[in-house]
């Protein structure tokens, strides 16, 4: 059943009323009218059941019947700081890391960041990053939108304020970095910030200041990726290791050692 993203706002008691591009969606692509079921979700971690009472090419009408909350968020939040990249990877990487069940983005400023828009477009960036992430909740069943932040600079990051049970830098020039495999002896992690940086990498300096902020290094290993398929490795390892990929510890066999 294909789903549909609802402000949640708008709901009237169990009626609410759908208009833009989902309409002529419903009823010219999926041939959906009066009768029919829907799914639809809210962005915050509800889903609700609905049934077509109304059908306009401006606007569909729904009787919500059922609501329920959702179970393909993972319990583990991570949010990832990264360094700001062009358009299409910033785009790109906002989408996958939705699917990986990402909770949150801060885009920052690093040093080594090439593209350095000025505030206005900047806003407009953050929003359509608010959509694209909408739009992949509707792809991948998830049904909480991951928090996406204004642009901050690289001092900002480090110094938020919000408590973290962990707090990653992932640089592979750190000689003392670790491998994210050694994080399956904690336990009790439920928030964890992870920083990835430009398309040239971090600063020594930063890495650095990272580091007295409270900040572990860790490894992606010895080749070098690319900053926007960094931050998918990343996110896709943390919630193996950590998260509802894999379990953490519980869910190794302890016959064969495999998961």
């Known amino acids: ?7 949640r706002t708008q ?3 169990d009626r609410l009323t759908l208009e833009g ?12 009218g009066p009768g029919d079921e829907v799914s639809l979700f809210d962005g915050q971690g509800w ?19 059922d609501q329920y909350p959702a179970i393909s968020e ?17 785009d790109r990487m906002v ?11 801060i885009p920052f ?44 600079s690289f001092k900002e990051v480090i110094s938020a304020r919000e408590a973290y049970d962990l707090k990653i830098i992932f640089h ?19 928030k964890v910030l992870a920083l990835i940086g430009p398309e040239g990498g971090f600063t020594e300096k930063e890495v650095s200041s990272a580091l007295d902020s409270g900040f572990i290094p860790v490894s992606l290993g010895p080749r070098t990726l690319k900053a926007d398929t960094a931050a998918m490795a990343a996110c896709a390892i943390l919630q193996h290791v950590l998260g509802d990929l894999g379990g953490g510890q519980k869910s190794i066999d302890k016959n064969t050692g495999f998961q």
């Open 11 to 13: 709901i009237r008691q």
């Open 47 to 65: 889903q609700y059941r609905a049934r077509i009472t109304g059908s306009t090419p401006r606007a569909i009408t729904l009787l919500l019947f």
């Open 95 to 105: 989408r996958q890391l939705t699917e990986l069940g990402a909770s949150g983005l």
């Open 172 to 190: 592979n020039t750190e000689t003392k970095g670790r491998s994210a495999s050694s994080f399956w002896a904690l336990k009790k992690v439920r």
């Open 109 to 152: 400023m690093a040093e080594r960041s090439v593209p350095r828009p000025r505030p206005g477009p900047l806003t407009e960036r953050r929003r359509r990053w608010q959509t694209i992430a909408r739009e992949a909740l509707k792809q991948c069943g998830r049904s909480q939108a991951p928090h996406i932040g204004q642009v901050v």
């Open 1 to 7: 059943m294909r789903r549909f993203f609802i402000d």
């Open 74 to 90: 993972s319990h583990l939040k991570i949010t990832m700081g990264q360094g700001f990249l062009k358009a299409r990877k910033m």
């Open 21 to 32: 591009a989902d309409v002529r969606h419903i009823r010219t692509v999926l041939r959906l």
